[in-house]
């Protein structure tokens, strides 16, 4: 099956901080990838779709300018959680799809100190 | 508002039992439905897709039914194995092909040796 990973796998961080965290497709190109954050035995909730070479779509109720999406390229996204509180602590996950069937990224558990 | 509901409650069995996972869904229609394996810590890994005008799909020990006028797909795992313990979610997808999925909170299987 295809391969998405994503880095780093762990970061903590102090609260006002910005991180940025990146999702690749390996062996496929994605010109859609999606971002999804989900809580201690959650669902998976998505936030916002990565568009390559456009504007991202988000979910309602997501704030646009506290979680920046870039898709530069069509292997590439990008998620940056800007001024962060412990709030948005959590375990993001992004996803990619050569098909119908989607794959999804190892997680990056986000610690907000 | 659309709905997806999965057993809250962790299914616990014995190796060798067949594992039997509900996923009922409310205000949708899907285009096709999906199943994830979920470890701790780990991205959802991908199963089977079932498409709405099938009503069964194997996949080795694996098992999906599609009912669209109950709004339900079981997910059979036969002969189960320690190994299969994990939590396990629904996903549904729609006709617009965007790749956007609505996931269900998951089921918890415990597969007892």
């Known amino acids: 099956g295809a391969v998405v990973s994503q880095h780093p796998s762990r970061v903590i961080c102090k609260s006002g901080t910005s991180v940025k965290i990146e999702c690749r497709s390996l062996?496929?190109?994605?010109?859609?990838m999606f971002w999804y954050r989900q809580f201690p035995k959650q669902s998976l909730m998505l936030m916002a779709t990565?568009?390559?070479?456009?504007?991202?779509?988000?979910e309602q109720g997501v704030e646009k300018d506290k979680f920046l999406i870039n898709h530069a390229s069509l292997t590439l996204s990008t998620l940056t959680v800007t001024s962060a509180h412990p709030e948005d602590s959590s375990f993001y996950i992004c996803?990619?799809?050569?098909?119908?069937?989607?794959?999804f990224g190892p997680g990056t558990r986000l610690t907000v100190t | 508002s659309q709905k997806i509901e999965q057993n809250s409650e962790a299914l616990n069995i014995q190796e060798g039992k067949t594992a039997t996972l509900t996923c009922n869904y409310t205000?949708?229609?899907?285009?096709?439905l999906q199943w994830y394996r979920q470890d701790p810590g780990r991205g959802p890994v991908f199963l089977l897709l079932i498409r709405e005008n099938e009503k069964e799909k194997r996949k080795e020990r694996l098992k999906v039914t599609f009912d669209t006028t109950l709004k339900q797909s079981l997910f059979h795992i036969t002969a189960s194995q320690p190994a299969d313990s994990a939590t396990y979610l629904c996903?549904?997808?729609?006709?617009?092909?965007?790749?956007?999925?609505?996931f269900g909170q998951g089921t918890t299987l415990q597969v007892k040796p």
């Open positions: 990565s568009n390559e070479g456009s504007k991202a779509t988000y």
């Open positions: 062996d496929f190109q994605a010109t859609t």
């Open positions: 205000n949708y229609s899907p285009a096709y």
């Open positions: 996903a549904l997808g729609g006709s617009s092909n965007t790749g956007k999925l609505i």
């Open positions: 996803s990619a799809s050569p098909d119908e069937e989607q794959y």
